[in-house]
């Protein structure tokens, strides 16, 4: 059974960091790519960062360009989302999804439960 | 980078046919495929069809999509109370090295 666990989320405060980790069973991971999606407190979906299934790709949404890393571990089967210089605009929580390709194609057909990031001071 | 656009609502009896339009645009939906979302209260989301048209197994074939020019379709047919739920579309966008553009989601409301 395919599952993806996310972790690292939490209270956090304006300008601070936080690492969001996503652990991945059930499937052979280095065959997908995995995505990290985010959904503000009663709004909609909002794509934030993309990782191919050998890190050859990797995309993010303008606002966290420069202030996000996505990486991952194929050894361990996860990837992280470090997340820097945190702004209220960022409060939100995150999924983590697994592409149904390797290469970035935005078709998520795996989703975690998602991890909840509170900015605030 | 903008949302692709979404009615916010919809709403239909059982039994009836609802459809769920997404506008976008060349970069997006013109280029690539159209992507759709189910989104039940309280629940991460869950595939519905991906290409345009192809439903992941265990979707119900109740749920149909399509695409024409820059906008594409959901249908969802033979309506039922556990329908209700947020449906967003999404597609890939090929501006700026490429990105994931959603739809601003509509709430449907099985009356």
């Known amino acids: 059974e395919v599952e993806l666990v996310e972790s690292g989320g939490g209270l956090v405060q304006p300008g601070r960091s936080l690492r969001l980790s996503c652990k991945a069973s059930g499937f052979k991971f280095d065959d997908y790519a995995i995505h990290w999606v985010r959904q503000s407190p009663g709004k909609g979906l909002e794509w934030v960062a993309g990782?191919?299934?050998?890190?050859?790709?990797?995309r993010y949404v303008d606002s966290v360009k420069g202030r996000f890393t996505i990486s991952r571990d194929n050894a361990k089967n996860s990837i992280s989302l470090e997340m820097n210089s945190l702004r209220h605009a960022d409060t939100a929580l995150y999924f983590c999804?697994?592409?149904?390709?390797?290469?970035?194609?935005?078709?998520?057909?795996?989703w975690g439960q998602g991890t909840l990031v509170t900015v605030s001071s | 980078q903008s949302v692709l656009t979404q009615p916010p609502s919809a709403s239909g009896t059982p039994g009836q046919t609802v459809t769920i339009s997404c506008s976008g645009g060349r970069s997006n939906i013109e280029s690539n495929t159209v992507i759709w979302f189910q989104q039940l209260p309280g629940q991460a989301p869950k595939l519905l069809i991906y290409s345009n048209n192809q439903r992941p197994s265990g979707v119900p074939d109740r749920f149909s999509g399509s695409k024409s020019g820059t906008s594409g379709f959901l249908a969802i047919n033979g309506l039922q109370s556990e329908d209700e739920a947020d449906y967003y579309c999404a597609a890939w966008d090929d501006r700026m090295n490429g990105f994931v553009i959603f739809g601003g989601g509509t709430k449907l409301t099985v009356l």
């Open positions: 999804a697994r592409d149904m390709r390797g290469g970035l194609w935005g078709i998520f057909d795996f």
């Open positions: 990782v191919s299934w050998n890190s050859g790709e990797i």
